[in-house]
Structure formats: structure tokens, C-alpha cells
């Protein structure tokens, strides 16, 4: 069972100059409704559009990540979103009263902060997750990039970069849980080269920037003159180049706090693929626009999954959580009118149930003995077992009472079952089981097939 969805309490704001723009902003995060994902909305335009956080409207990644449709877009979003994430929010509306959101430090640490202090809830749908079932690739050449996706059972991130350089060499980071991410990657500031940032200068294209929300690299030597014309461009009495080739602008939080930054980057921009994940991320050498590439990839990857059912999944060599004598201590139904040979799962909403058709079943003998398929109505009675599995563990004494059917509605049958298939049937809890009635929805699979649909209404009841 899938936690739940979650999204903020209250409204909280942070304010901050924009990296390139140098323009004061306001953003807000705002609570959003189940389902609702990432949004962004300009409240300072005419109308008040909104923009979905979403890779396919991605139009650049030269300095940071930049959303666009309908002519209308956001800058550098990437810290915003990978704070989300990394504190398991679900759904946000992020308002800015301008074009680009505020760097405040290069870091997601203040966002965090905004964030806990609006408080998190819980909300009423479970989380879905595009879980990462195969290896996912995707490699540039000329960039020496590669990243890799690969099955996990949580979500996990590896990064390694290398500048080839005696002050920025190779550095690894990884975060083994989202859990951690407050603590050891939200921190880590964004980094530049002196001569990136030098080009910027020229060209006007940091007015927001400042040596406290960057750690600058220098990899030559640099003359005194050129220092003071930094201090003077940043408004700084004096800067000065520590043994490490680091401008003394900042110290380093963390001794990789470069790769740490690098590993916040890719979760920021993967958040576009629009659902939480479950996989381990590799990345060598990652950037906004690889990052944004692999998110792209990863959403066709999500589109195709979306078309294939969900086949519940569980490993057929773990002990049931009841065989066929646990089953039998709650059903009072007996051979030849007992369907279901276990169940693999359940929780107080939902119930996974097991039948192994074989030749042997006795309604083999006249129904269809040339060409054997299960019937329609035993399909429907073996789907009903495995709910009343469900509703029979909520009583002490089931042996004491049986279920009877009310109602059954939107029954499909999309594919024949016959001898050799393994029924898979997952039922759901429609509406929470109020004075013994349940209300389930079920769907029958034989592998990635759905063979029968229904919807069924039953009552536990005392037995005479």
C-alpha cells in the first residue's frame, strides 16, 4: 500500500532577487488538491496563466531551467522543485510575481525551510509512482554524459562530475533516501568557474547574482587587479583567492559540495517528469539540459506504462498470507465451490487473491469440455471470495458469519480464462465498509492481460 499524497498546510512565501534578472520576486507555494502535481502561475500577468512543471515545456537550459508555453514563462525553477521532492510533497501551486524564481543562497535550503514551516498534511489518495522496472538510458557523447535509471525499491541518486581540474576534479555525492535530502543536499550552493563567470559579467547576465549565493572556482592565476574588479562588481571590500583556488567569498559546506549541488540539480529537473519515482538514478557528469533530455525520455517511458493495466505485483516464491487452510478458517465455502487457492496481499482497503485454473475443476466436465473456458459467473464468485476475505478479517469470529451479495454492476469480460491461466483478482475498497457493508471495485489479470472487470456490493451477515 502506497503512502499518501501529500501538500502544505498554509501558504508561505520566500523573496529574493532572480539570478539573471536581477528582479526582485515574491514565490509562493500554495496548497493543491490530490492529483494536481507541480504548477507554476505568473500573478503579475493579465490573466494569471499557469504553466504545468513538465519536461515537454522545457525551452531552456543555458543557465538553469526555463519553462515557456503560451508565451508566457518561468526561470531557473529547478531549486524550487527539487525541494519539493525532497520533502515528499506532492502537490504545490507555485506563484511568482515574476519572470524567475529567487536564488536566494544558490541553495535549496531556504525553500526547505519555507516549506516545513507551512506545515505538511496528509491527503485522501494514495501516492502512484512510476516505478523503474527495466534499465532506462540515455548518453551524449560530445558532453561526456551519461545517466542511467535502474530498478530500486525507493528513490535513490548517484552523481559523479569532473571538470578535469587541479581545484575541481572528480567528486561523487549519493542520496541513499529522500529522507536525507533536507539535511545533506538542500544546503549545497550552486558553483562557477572564474572565467564562466567572468562571461557573465561581460554580458550582463547575472544581475541578480553575488558571491553569496555561489562558490567560485578559479583555476589560473588571477591578479590583484582583476580581484578588486570583482569586489568592486559585487560590492565587496575585498575578495581574495584561498589556497584551494576558491574566491573567499563562502566556505564549503560540504568537502563535494559541488557534486552534492550537481545530484539537487538532477532531482529539480527530473521532478518534470511529473510523477514520484521509484529507481536509482546514475549520473555522470549530469547538466540542466542532459537532465532534462533524460526526463524526457523517462516521461515516454511513463506514457507507455500508463497504457499497460497495473498488474499488481508480488513474489509468487514468498509464503502467502493465507493458503488454502487459512482461507478455508474464514470462507465457509468448500470444494467444489471454493475459488481461490491464496492470498498475497492485503491491508485494511485492499485484498490480492490467487486461483490456479487447471483442467481438474469439475465445471470443466460441461462447460465447453472441447474447448475449455472458465465461466463468466465463476469468475465473478472467485472476485466476490477474495473481497469477502477481506470483509471477513474485519470481524473476531468470522466463522461465525457469511456474505451475501446486494449488488454487481459494470461486470466486463475482456478475455477468456482457461486451464493453465493463473487468475490474478485485486479489489479495492470503494467506500470504507460501514455496518458490514462493502463496497469494492475488482479487476481480474492473467499476466499483463485484464480479463474481467466488476463492481460489487455485498453484506456481511450472522449466520443463523
Known sequence: MNPKQRTIKNPVSVKGAGLHTGKEVTLTFVPAHENHGYKFKRIDLEGEPIIEALAEYVVDTSRGTTLKFNDVHVMTIEHALAALVGLGIDNALIELDGEETPILDGSARFYIEALEKAGIV????????????????????????????????????????????????????????????????????TFVFLHELEYLIQNNLIKGGDLNNAIVFVNRIISQKELDRLATFFNKPRVEVL????????????????????????IGDLALVGMPMKGHIYATRPGHSTNVEF??????????????????????????????????????????????????EMSDSHVIGVKNVTMNESFFVGHFPDEPVMPGVLQIEAMAQTGGILVLNTVPDPENYITLFMKISDV?????????????????????????????????????????????????????
Open 295 to 344: 526526463a524526457k525520455i523517462i516521461r515516454q517511458h511513463l506514457r507507455e506504462d500508463l497504457k499497460t493495466p497495473k498488474v499488481p505485483r508480488f513474489d509468487l516464491n514468498k509464503p502467502p498470507l493465507f493458503d488454502i487452510n487459512g482461507i478455508k478458517k474464514l470462507l465457509p465455502h468448500r470444494p467444489p465451490f471454493l475459488f481461490i487457492d491464496k492470498i498475497m
Open 412 to 464: 466486463r469480460f475482456r478475455h477468456k480464462v482457461v486451464p493453465g491461466d493463473t487468475v490474478v483478482f485485486d479489489m479495492h475498497l470503494v467506500t470504507p465498509i460501514r455496518r458490514g457493508i462493502c463496497h469494492m471495485k475488482g479487476t481480474a489479470y492473467v499476466g499483463n492481460k485484464i480479463v474481467m472487470e466488476a463492481e460489487m456490493l455485498a453484506q456481511i451477515a450472522r449466520k443463523k
Open 243 to 266: 589556497k584551494e583556488g576558491i574566491l573567499n567569498n563562502i566556505e564549503l559546506r560540504f568537502n563535494n559540495e559541488p557534486a552534492r549541488h550537481k545530484l539537487l540539480d538532477v
Open 122 to 189: 496528509e491527503q485522501n489518495i494514495e501516492r502512484e509512482y512510476f516505478e523503474i522496472t527495466s534499465n532506462i538510458s540515455y548518453s551524449n557523447v560530445e558532453k561526456k554524459v551519461e545517466m542511467l535509471a535502474v530498478p530500486c525499491e525507493d528513490y535513490r541518486l548517484s552523481v559523479m562530475i569532473d571538470y578535469a581540474s587541479s581545484v575541481l576534479g572528480t567528486q561523487n555525492a549519493s542520496l541513499n533516501s529522500i529522507i536525507d535530502f533536507s539535511t545533506q543536499i538542500a544546503p549545497c550552493r
